[in-house]
C-alpha cells in the first residue's frame, strides 16, 4: 500500500479542504472555525480573502500565527496560539461566539477525530481512563455549523482503520458528518449515505477497503486527488 | 462628582479576597492564560477560604494559574469545559479528590449568561444522546430533541478586565474579553482586576462593554 509521510499526508489535508473552501467563498462569504491539529493547517492553503476564520474564545477574523516579535500574549485562537488580526476582524464574548456556532451562522469547521462511521457520527472528545478530561466548544461546533469537516489521516498513529462501521469511542454528535477528508480519500455523506468522491492516484478502490471498515458507496463520479 | 463615590468600589486584594468564604463557588474568567485575573487567583490561592467550587473554562496549567489552585488543595469540585491543558485535574479525578462537571464551552457559556439575566435554564441540541447529556430533561422542537441545560450561578465571580472607569465600567483587551463580561453578569459578588482605572467619563459610553451595575469591587493590578 502507498504511504505518505506524515508532513505530506497532512499537507494533502489541508490542501483538499481549503480548496473547497476557496470554491465556495466564489459565491458568498465563508465562515469557517478550525480545530486544532491539521484543522489549523487548512488556514495555511487557503488563497481566498473570502474565507473568515472563527475562533470561538472571542474573534472573527483571525489572521495568521504571530511572529516572534509581533507577539501579543493576550490575542490567541482557541489552540492558544498567538495570532493576528486581519482589517474587519472582530472581537466579542464567549455567548456571542457560540451563538455564531449554535445559531447556524458558521458555514463549516473542520475538525480532527479518533474516529469516525459510515452513519456520520464522530467521537473526537475523550478516551475514557486517559490522562486528557475536556470537551471544549467541540460538541457545540459539531451540533452547529453547518458542514462538519473531519481532517484525519485515514489510521491512527498504531495503524489502526480510524474509519469505521461504528465508532466505539464517545461520541460528540450524531449523524452529522459533511466530510472526511484524508490523504487516501474523500468521503462525502448524501441523504444519510456515505459517498467515495476522491481517491489518492496511488491506491486501488480494493487497497483503500482494506483500511477502511466502514461501508461506503463509490462515487460514478470518483476522481483522484 | 465627589471623591467617596469615586472610590466606591476601589479596594485592596486582601480586603476582597476576605469576601470569599468556605465553599463557595467561585468563576474565575480566561481562555488559555488570556483574560484570566492572574492577580486575583494569586492570591487565592494564599486566602483561608477551602472547598471551592471552581467554575472556568480551563484550570491553567499544571501549578500556573488556576492550576495552582488545585495544588493548594482549595478545590473541591470543577465545573467547566476543557482541562487538557492541565492533567493534574484528570489525575485529581481520577483519584477522587475532586468532582468534575463537564459541560460543553457553549452551553458553559450561555448557562452563566443565563444565570445572570434571571433565566432558569435554556434547551439546547448541543451534547443530546451523549455522555455529557446526563440525567438532563429532553423535549422535542419542531421535530428537534435538545436538552435542557440549567443557568450557572456562583457565590463569586473573579474577573479581569483592560480598563475601568471609577464607577467601574469595563472595557476589554481583544481575545481577554472571553468569559469575562458573562461572568462580571452571574457572580452574586464580582470582584474585577484591571491594569487601569480612568476617570468617569474618559470611556466612550459606546465602548463599554460591562455597564458598572454589574461590577461590585475594583482591584487594581500590580497594587
Same mark, same amino acid.
Given at each position: 500500500?502507498?504511504?505518505?509521510?506524515?508532513?505530506?499526508?497532512?499537507?494533502?489535508?489541508?490542501?483538499?479542504?481549503?480548496?473547497?473552501?476557496?470554491?465556495?467563498?466564489?459565491?458568498?462569504?465563508?465562515?469557517?472555525?478550525?480545530?486544532?491539529?491539521?484543522?489549523?493547517?487548512?488556514?495555511?492553503?487557503?488563497?481566498?480573502?473570502?474565507?473568515?476564520?472563527?475562533?470561538?474564545?472571542?474573534?472573527?477574523?483571525?489572521?495568521?500565527?504571530?511572529?516572534?516579535?509581533?507577539?501579543?500574549?493576550?490575542?490567541?485562537?482557541?489552540?492558544?496560539?498567538?495570532?493576528?488580526?486581519?482589517?474587519?476582524?472582530?472581537?466579542?464574548?464567549?455567548?456571542?461566539?457560540?451563538?455564531?456556532?449554535?445559531?447556524?451562522?458558521?458555514?463549516?469547521?473542520?475538525?480532527?477525530?479518533?474516529?469516525?462511521?459510515?452513519?456520520?457520527?464522530?467521537?473526537?472528545?475523550?478516551?475514557?481512563?486517559?490522562?486528557?478530561?475536556?470537551?471544549?466548544?467541540?460538541?457545540?461546533?459539531?451540533?452547529?455549523?453547518?458542514?462538519?469537516?473531519?481532517?484525519?489521516?485515514?489510521?491512527?498513529?498504531?495503524?489502526?482503520?480510524?474509519?469505521?462501521?461504528?465508532?466505539?469511542?464517545?461520541?460528540?454528535?450524531?449523524?452529522?458528518?459533511?466530510?472526511?477528508?484524508?490523504?487516501?480519500?474523500?468521503?462525502?455523506?448524501?441523504?444519510?449515505?456515505?459517498?467515495?468522491?476522491?481517491?489518492?492516484?496511488?491506491?486501488?478502490?480494493?487497497?483503500?477497503?482494506?483500511?477502511?471498515?466502514?461501508?461506503?458507496?463509490?462515487?460514478?463520479?470518483?476522481?483522484?486527488? | 462628582?465627589?471623591?467617596?463615590?469615586?472610590?466606591?468600589?476601589?479596594?485592596?486584594?486582601?480586603?476582597?479576597?476576605?469576601?470569599?468564604?468556605?465553599?463557595?463557588?467561585?468563576?474565575?474568567?480566561?481562555?488559555?492564560?488570556?483574560?484570566?485575573?492572574?492577580?486575583?487567583?494569586?492570591?487565592?490561592?494564599?486566602?483561608?477560604?477551602?472547598?471551592?467550587?471552581?467554575?472556568?473554562?480551563?484550570?491553567?496549567?499544571?501549578?500556573?494559574?488556576?492550576?495552582?489552585?488545585?495544588?493548594?488543595?482549595?478545590?473541591?469540585?470543577?465545573?467547566?469545559?476543557?482541562? @487538557?491543558? $492541565? =492533567?493534574?485535574? +484528570?489525575? &485529581?479525578?481520577?483519584?477522587?479528590?475532586?468532582? !468534575?462537571?463537564? %459541560?460543553?464551552?457553549?452551553?458553559?457559556?450561555?448557562?452563566?449568561?443565563?444565570?445572570?439575566?434571571?433565566?432558569?435554564?435554556?434547551?439546547?441540541?448541543?451534547?443530546?444522546?451523549?455522555?455529557?447529556?446526563?440525567?438532563?430533561?429532553?423535549?422535542?422542537?419542531?421535530?428537534?430533541?435538545?436538552?435542557?441545560?440549567?443557568?450557572?450561578?456562583?457565590?463569586?465571580?473573579?474577573?479581569?478586565?483592560?480598563?475601568?472607569?471609577?464607577?467601574?465600567?469595563?472595557?476589554?483587551?481583544?481575545?481577554?474579553? @472571553?468569559? $469575562? =463580561?458573562?461572568? +462580571?453578569? &452571574?457572580?452574586?459578588?464580582?470582584?474585577?482586576? !484591571?491594569?487601569? %482605572?480612568?476617570?468617569?467619563?474618559?470611556?466612550?459610553?459606546?465602548?463599554?462593554?460591562?455597564?458598572?451595575?454589574?461590577?461590585?469591587?475594583?482591584?487594581?493590578?500590580?497594587?
Amino acid at each position: 500500500m502507498y504511504q505518505y509521510d506524515e508532513e505530506t499526508a497532512k499537507a494533502r489535508i489541508a490542501g483538499r479542504i481549503a480548496k473547497e473552501f476557496s470554491e465556495m467563498s466564489k459565491e458568498k462569504d465563508l465562515f469557517v472555525n478550525l480545530g486544532v491539529g491539521i484543522p489549523t493547517m487548512v488556514a495555511d492553503h487557503i488563497d481566498s480573502k473570502r474565507v473568515f476564520l472563527q475562533a470561538e474564545n472571542g474573534m472573527l477574523g483571525v489572521g495568521p500565527a504571530a511572529c516572534e516579535g509581533e507577539c501579543d500574549p493576550l490575542l490567541i485562537n482557541a489552540g492558544r496560539i498567538k495570532v493576528t488580526e486581519t482589517p474587519g476582524c472582530s472581537y466579542f464574548d464567549s455567548c456571542m461566539s457560540f451563538g455564531m456556532i449554535r445559531g447556524g451562522h458558521v458555514d463549516a469547521t473542520v475538525i480532527g477525530a479518533f474516529e469516525a462511521d459510515q452513519e456520520g457520527n464522530v467521537a473526537n472528545w475523550i478516551i475514557p481512563g486517559g490522562k486528557m478530561l475536556g470537551v471544549g466548544g467541540a460538541m457545540d461546533l459539531v451540533a452547529g455549523a453547518r458542514r462538519v469537516y473531519i481532517a484525519m489521516q485515514h489510521l491512527s498513529k498504531k495503524g489502526k482503520p480510524k474509519i469505521l462501521k461504528k465508532c466505539t469511542l464517545p461520541i460528540t454528535g450524531y449523524e452529522k458528518i459533511h466530510a472526511i477528508v484524508t490523504e487516501y480519500a474523500v468521503f462525502r455523506f448524501i441523504n444519510k449515505n456515505m459517498y467515495l468522491e476522491e481517491i489518492c492516484p496511488n491506491m486501488t478502490l480494493n487497497d483503500l477497503k482494506e483500511i477502511t471498515p466502514a461501508e461506503y458507496i463509490v462515487s460514478e463520479k470518483l476522481i483522484n486527488f | 462628582m465627589d471623591q467617596v463615590s469615586k472610590s466606591r468600589k476601589l479596594k485592596p486584594i486582601e480586603e476582597a479576597m476576605r469576601m470569599i468564604k468556605d465553599g463557595d463557588r467561585v468563576m474565575v474568567s480566561g481562555f488559555g492564560n488570556s483574560g484570566d485575573p492572574k492577580m486575583l487567583v494569586e492570591a487565592l490561592t494564599k486566602v483561608n477560604a477551602k472547598d471551592l467550587t471552581i467554575i472556568s473554562n480551563d484550570l491553567g496549567s499544571p501549578n500556573e494559574g488556576l492550576g495552582s489552585l488545585l495544588t493548594a488543595g482549595k478545590i473541591k469540585g470543577l465545573i467547566g469545559n476543557y482541562y @487538557n491543558w $492541565n =492533567p493534574d485535574v +484528570a489525575d &485529581a479525578f481520577n483519584a477522587g479528590k475532586i468532582t !468534575v462537571d463537564l %459541560i460543553p464551552q457553549g452551553s458553559f457559556a450561555e448557562g452563566i449568561r443565563a444565570a445572570g439575566v434571571g433565566i432558569a435554564g435554556f434547551y439546547t441540541k448541543t451534547a443530546v444522546g451523549t455522555d455529557l447529556q446526563g440525567d438532563r430533561e429532553i423535549k422535542e422542537f419542531n421535530g428537534e430533541t435538545y436538552l435542557l441545560q440549567n443557568a450557572i450561578p456562583a457565590d463569586v465571580a473573579l474577573i479581569s478586565a483592560y480598563k475601568a472607569d471609577e464607577l467601574g465600567n469595563l472595557v476589554y483587551y481583544k481575545t481577554a474579553r @472571553n468569559f $469575562n =463580561p458573562l461572568m +462580571a453578569m &452571574a457572580g452574586k459578588l464580582v470582584i474585577a482586576e !484591571v491594569a487601569e %482605572i480612568v476617570p468617569i467619563g474618559s470611556l466612550d459610553p459606546e465602548s463599554i462593554v460591562t455597564p458598572h451595575i454589574f461590577v461590585d469591587v475594583i482591584v487594581k493590578r500590580g497594587c
